[in-house]
């Protein structure tokens, strides 16, 4: 599978922006999908996730309320629509696929995915 994330930005704090992730040599709707975002200096940290079929999603407190996780499984893309945006989201974010078909629950941990797309700036000003 091969992801390629997309969407990122500079916008103001209180922004919103929508990231994109298009996947490509694989059988898409299979896997659970996930956004994860590393800023400088940090470890890379789970920000959402939506299982294969979409039905469940999983948001980090951090961005609980403020951020949408969805999938379009005709076209083989994962979103993510980030609104309210903060200073502290300013991070690299990086979709990712599940390395299990059709796990029954949403993965939140790095070790669970093992598809990650390059990654796409998001810097959001104060």
């Known amino acids: 599978v091969q992801l390629q994330a997309s969407g990122g930005g500079l916008v103001q704090a209180g922004g919103s922006l929508r990231l994109s992730c298009a996947a490509s040599?694989?059988?898409?709707?299979?896997?659970?999908m996930g956004w994860f975002r590393q800023a400088p200096g940090k470890e890379r940290e789970f920000v959402a996730g939506i299982s294969w079929s979409g039905w469940s999603v999983y948001y980090a407190d951090s961005v609980k309320g403020r951020f949408t996780i969805s999938r379009d499984n005709a076209k083989n893309t994962v979103y993510l629509q980030m609104n309210s945006l903060k200073p502290e989201d300013t991070a690299v974010y990086y979709c990712?696929?599940?390395?299990?078909?059709?796990?029954?629950?949403?993965?939140?941990?790095?070790?669970?995915?093992?598809?990650w797309g390059q990654g796409t700036l998001v810097t959001v000003s104060s």
């Open positions: 990712a696929a599940d390395r299990v078909v059709r796990r029954m629950v949403v993965a939140d941990t790095t070790i669970q995915y093992n598809y």
């Open positions: 040599g694989g059988t898409f709707s299979n896997y659970g």
